[in-house]
């Protein structure tokens, strides 16, 4: 099973950027579709974006379209997380997610497909 561990969160001002990393380790991370994922304070954790085990294949929410870009590098076994135009109801805690998928085109959306979770990072974002 994979390992997988977040990095990259901080503070940022309405309107500025961020890039989260997630470093995956432990198996061949060219098998997983990734997705990230959030969690604000009181409220569920809800979908962010997803990219296939090719990263030609991503999907985002509604709410980061334009504003998200979702990212990796096999060959680092790292997924990235390019947050642009922030707002502050993006403040959350941000995790990375995995699960194995056959095609290499595939990407999920449904948390409950993911079985690998990082620890989460904290992205504030002040008005």
């Known amino acids: 099973q994979v390992q997988l561990v977040e990095s990259g969160g901080g503070l940022v001002q309405a309107g500025g950027s961020l890039r989260l990393s997630c470093a995956a380790s432990g198996r061949t991370f060219s098998d997983y579709v990734m997705g990230w994922f959030r969690q604000a304070p009181g409220k569920e954790r809800e979908f962010v974006a997803t990219i296939s085990r090719s990263g030609d294949n991503t999907f985002y929410a509604g709410s980061v379209k334009g504003r998200f870009t979702i990212s990796r590098d096999n060959g680092k076994s790292t997924v990235y997380l390019q947050m642009n135009s922030l707002k502050p109801e993006d403040t959350a805690v941000y995790y990375c997610?995995?699960?194995?998928?056959?095609?290499?085109?595939?990407?999920?959306?449904?948390?409950?497909?993911?079985?690998?979770w990082g620890q989460g990072t904290q992205v504030n974002v002040s008005s």
């Open positions: 997610a995995a699960r194995i998928a056959t095609y290499r085109g595939t990407y999920s959306y449904t948390e409950r497909s993911y079985d690998t």
